[in-house]
């Protein structure tokens, strides 16, 4: 206690003076230690203040010094899986942060630490540096150097547990950033198409190569989670940590599982900027793939920094929270003895190895490929030229393939080609640096160097890839376009570059060509009518014979070595010669002279070079390798050339020539026959199937012949050749028609005689025809026993006949069958059909000759069907010995399927229905519009039958505008919208006698039905109840007999009903009664029986009734006195009873 202080306790005051130490004295030995107790609790409380404020003195020195630290040295990132803090200090209530959900058992208000605010820095201190935690000492936690984890997802995914919200938004967006960057690399790696596992860039500038160098460089330096991830893996799991109890939880799997994570992201983002980069092409494209490969690795740091915005919810913003203040210690890790110093070392320098190692790992990969690339190695080793014709002297002899120098010429750094199988006098590709002061490909033949004699050349490009040129202009030294040059790479150059006449595929082509049209008329004296392919040894050959070479060279038939013919490949086309004479033995065989190199080979460039005895020229091939043969080629006389020596003569075009080669020889596998054909022993086609030529490879449709084969839509049923309505010829009907007529086999003396006297095409199949079923029934037996035995050679059985039949439709037989005898009683009781197709909208006419044997004639039934068999709807019918003819039609298709639905008769042209069908298939018209709307038709249809039921006098078919055709005077109807709603006869417009049809219920908008004063027979048809909308019926003086229909009481807009003046009986229908008539006229007609009493009914709609000059009976019914608006009456001329007729009528 210092001088100043008073006593301010019990022992204090007991020792302050004398008096009172006597009464101390005094006291109990008890008292006296719980006295001396009390003095010692109150120093050490008064020792602990001054502790406590010497600490807080020292602390706040210590936040200065961080504070000033921090103000001369920016924070940089840790190359571990945390972040060092330096040493731990205490701060003072006043001083202490709100934890939030971070707050830890032990942790009390007012003595909480906060973690720095440069926890990237790592600032190493001496144990002399550390300085005394306070509260903030945990247990285990000691003075020393501290660290935090990095701010990414993968601390999320290491430190969470897994059950947990942030553990999964953090898998899921480490996934998402690996399946990125795999997506990347599988783009861009085995994805191409191409052999090449990478598609590398031929070459690039040098300027590239340095940017793609640096960009990996900065990759790898720029990647921390990969440089993180080795340390956290070496450096192993924390050993203390102060923060969330997640932290607590950790474990050593957990700890690796996101070491390893880290690493591959870290990897695979380092190896697809690289890949990228070696890719690109420009200094851009390299900088512009960094940063996107750049954006996808960082997406981890984005999620965290997310979520500790809150954007992922309260949890992860907690768990982002904890790990920025979380911190932990791990073991001194620079103390080593001397068995483990190695094992420190390696741990503490592996980021380093690791790092440095990848880097060593992709420069030498770049370098290799910037090797490969100046040495040519990503070039296209083999490529495929096609000149256009015309654009350099024998363009045509220039173009195939091409392969890099064999001696790795390099111009520019760019490879050059030389032609496969020439490389000393074939053409060179190659880059030329100054053409007329710009860099362009050139091409050159018979020289080394691309910058001399040049013949074409590119425009002024850079591109390192000749490849890219695929289809560009190519252009002369004076700028004159030579048109577009094909470059294309070459797969297989075994296949696709082949040299010489013995390959394998030359041997397989057509060994005979036989010459068609061109001999005959020659002048020349071509003494040659077939060529045969011969072999040539090809040693020796130049440029210009190797075109020749690699295609077959076919040599006259009569030629000798003396004098022989030649058909051959020039280059850009075939070429037929002249006789050419040889000075040589003439023992010697064609074969012979030919495989003398140094005679023949020298004939065959003055063909190819000059066109020397060229008498006729092919059109041009711009693909050789789709014409191996001449085959298929037009011909022309050859053009004068100008300039020989720089471009091959070509045909002129003005003046064709006819000629025609064809295969003679056959092969099964490389020369087919054509369509079914059977390539024999010899080489020869069997043309089974009816084709011609020497291969079968003629169509033969539209011959008259019904080949099967050919019978199908592809060839349009064979022309026409297999129905009777399209098949043109004289062997039409007879050549593949029918063999046994109705299924019946002959009994004729000769099957050939019974076959020759057929004629049919049961082979039409074509669906465009009406399909029609003959079928023969109910036949009768012949019994007369002296003709069964002459006729059966003494058998007494009794046999049948068929008759002959023969039907023809428009002028042409469809099938003709002649009689046969049936022997077997058994048959006689069968019915036989037959199917034959004629073409819709067809009159056609059935006759038969009924079978006769002596004086005795048998019959049988014969039914004709429309459709495939005998279940389909009958046409008509009739026994062979009343009826020798049946006439019938078949309408037009779509006719057909319209009307068929309202009458089966519209196929007899014995009735008004198939007359009135005849006359639609013929009007040009009716066709067309069952297509458009099939109502007006049915309103044509009815019309039409009327004409048939009575033929007008004058009627007038014309144009569909005119209300369907009908114009006056015979017909007078108004149409509305196109549809019929007034039909009125002209006065005495019927010229015979005819019934009115039903068909007039088609006109399902009639509104006024006019028929008077016209001449009819029969009855009124009921279907005229049918009607939905007529409002008025005249047919008054008609001469209409029968009974009234019933069913026009159903018409209910019905309002005026005229029917006098005719020869009608039986009663009035009271079902009349039930429509709102304003007129009935009935009067002279023959009516008996009373009034219908529902007459009545009419009540006040009925203005006009007659019923005079009939012989209608009874009172008069009372219910007519309702008829309040009765105006006209006549009832007279009756036999009524009673008094009320003048009543009614004066209503």
Known sequence: MSSGEQPNDAWSIAMSDESNSRWFDGLTDESKL?????????????????????????????????????????????????????????????????????????????????LPRDAYSITRRSSLESVEHGGCEEEGFEPGEEYQLPRDAYSILGCWKSNSRPFWIALLVISVQIAFLLLLLTDQIGSTGESDLVVVPVNVPRIVHASQALATIVAIFDQDDLRSAIEGYFDGLPTRFRGDMAFQRMNKPQWNFCCGIRFVQGFLSVFASFVLAVQSETVFDVLLNFLGVKFVSELDDLAFNLCQLGYFGVQPQRASKCIVEAQFQQDDRNKADENTWNRSWFRKYAHVIGVFGILAFLLGLFFFVLISQNSGDFSAQEISMTLAEGSVPFAALFSGCYRSSRTGKMFVRRVAYEQMGFEDDGGLLGFCGDVDGEKAWTFTFNSVDPCKNIYARTEATTTFNILELGNSQWYSMEGVSLGNTQISRVLDSSAECGKTISDDANDKLCEQLDVQGFVDGNQQGLRSTSFYKMKVNSTGATVFTNQALRHPIYVGSSSTPTQYELILFTGQCWVLTRTITAKIDSNLSMQDYMNEDAAFLSTLEMIVKTGYHVELVSSSVTAAKGFPTPLGRLWYHMQNPKKPEFNYPAADLSRPQEMNLRCAKCGNITNPCYYGGICREDKICDCVNGGGGALCQEVPIRDGRCDPYFNTEQYDWDGGDCCGGTCIGHQCGLAGGLSSPFGINSNSSTVEDYQASNMGYGNCVDPSMAPLTIELNNFELFDDEYWISILTHGSDDPFCSTATINVRCNGITYIHAPQNVLFNTSDCGLAYAETIHVPYGSECELSTNIPCFGIFCIGHTVTVYYGKNTESTMIRSGNVKNESQLSFGVPLECLTDVLLNYSSSIFDLSTHQGKAASALSNDGLSGFLCFENSDLVLERYALAVLNASVHFKSSNWGRASNCHGFGAPAVRTTCT???????????????????????????????HLALRMNVFEGSIPSELGLFPRLG???????????????????????????????????????????????????????????????????????????????????????????????????????NFTGGLAPAICTV
């Open 977 to 1007: 919208n196109d549809t019929i709603t007034s039909l009125v006869l002209g006065i005495d417009v019927v010229d015979q006698l005819g019934t009115i049809p039903t068909e007039l219920a088609l006109l399902s908008n009639l509104d």
């Open 1032 to 1134: 008025s019926m005249e047919l008054w003086e008609c001469g209409l007999s029968g009974t009234i229909p019933t069913e026009l009481g159903s018409i209910s807009n019905l309002s005026a009903l005229a029917l006098a003046t005719n020869r009608l009986t039986g009663t009035i229908p009271t079902e009349l009664g039930s429509v709102k008539l304003a007129g009935l006229w009935l009067s002279e007609n023959q009516l008996t029986g009373p009034i219908p009493s529902e007459l009545g009914a009419m009540g006040s709609s009925l203005v006009t009734l007659e019923l005079n000059d009939n012989t209608l009976s009874g009172e008069i019914p009372t219910e007519l006195l309702a008829l309040s608006a009765l105006r006209i009456c006549g009832l007279e001329t009756n």
């Open 34 to 114: 719980n006295l001396l107790i009390a003095r010692v609790d109150q120093m050490d409380k008064r020792a602990q203040r001054s502790e406590k404020e010497m600490q807080a003195r020292i602390a706040e020195l210590w936040k200065r010094l961080l504070e000033s630290e921090r103000s001369n040295k920016s924070s940089s990132k840790l190359n571990a899986p945390w972040r060092k803090i330096g040493n731990v200090t205490k701060k003072s209530s006043l001083e202490s942060v709100e934890r939030g959900g971070c707050e830890e058992e032990g942790f009390e208000p007012g003595k909480e630490c906060q």
